[in-house]
């Protein structure tokens, strides 16, 4: 099976400009979540969503918004960006619950805003 | 609301020696607890979690960590570290079972194997 793939991994944008970023998730995994990493602020939970619905949010301002696709693909978008907005995304798919729940990371985009 | 102390920054340790990484945590109500793992230039993994049942839980790699309510901590160990184990390892807790919910991570350990 293919992992959890982060497309892009590296991107560069200017203050004010909007970025979308794409995670696929494993096969048959119908949840994912992002997370942000920052030296600063460690990690933190931005977002879940499960067949196509937000199931949980973290305490980010609305800029950051996301959807899921019927494939199980996800996107976030951050618009207006913000120095602080670089950081490394991570996105992660799960599958099963509880005890027997699974989780997989991607490789992260990684993002720089000038 | 919850919160997560991780507190060592960074742990040295000679290869074959054992470890623990510390974690505790603060909640008004029930948690549940997670080690991530972080393989330089690799992505997050989850490496064991506490949901109920046994408090101590197990990796597949040998790692270990026992949740002691009493003393409200969840500190990973294992007994003979390998140079492969060199890491950042992050612990997390949350007040619902669905993981996500409002997830709290701590700063993270940097393990450093010495050989």
């Known amino acids: 099976k293919a992992g959890v793939t982060q497309t892009p991994r590296y991107l560069i944008k200017t203050r004010g400009q909007q970025v979308t970023l794409s995670c696929s998730p494993i096969?048959?995994?119908?949840?994912v979540s992002w997370y942000q990493q920052t030296p600063g602020q460690g990690l933190q939970f931005l977002f879940e969503?499960?067949?196509?619905?937000?199931?949980n949010k973290g305490n980010f301002p609305g800029r950051f918004s996301g959807r899921q696709f019927s494939n199980s693909r996800s996107e976030m978008n951050v618009s207006t960006l913000e120095l602080g907005d670089s950081a490394l995304y991570l996105c992660a798919s799960s599958f099963g619950v509880g005890n027997q729940e699974t989780q997989y990371f991607g490789p992260g985009t990684r993002l720089l805003v000038l | 609301a919850q919160s997560v102390t991780q507190l060592d920054s960074q742990v040295p340790v000679f290869e074959e020696a054992p470890v623990e990484l510390r974690c505790n945590y603060s909640?008004?109500?029930?948690?549940?607890l997670f080690w991530y793992v972080q393989y330089p230039n690799q992505g997050l993994q989850l490496l064991l979690k506490?949901?109920?049942?046994?408090?101590l839980v197990e990796s597949i790699n040998g790692f270990e960590a026992e949740f002691n309510k009493s003393q409200t901590s969840f500190h990973l160990r294992k007994p003979s570290v390998h140079i492969s184990d060199t890491a950042e390892y992050f612990c997390?807790?949350?007040?619902?079972?669905?993981?996500?919910?409002?997830?709290?991570f701590g700063k993270g350990t940097r393990l450093h194997i010495l050989p």
């Open positions: 096969s048959g995994h119908r949840s």
């Open positions: 969503y499960f067949s196509e619905t937000q199931r």
């Open positions: 997390a807790v949350s007040t619902s079972m669905n993981r996500d919910d409002k997830i709290i």
């Open positions: 506490y949901l109920s049942g046994s408090t």
């Open positions: 909640s008004s109500v029930s948690v549940y």
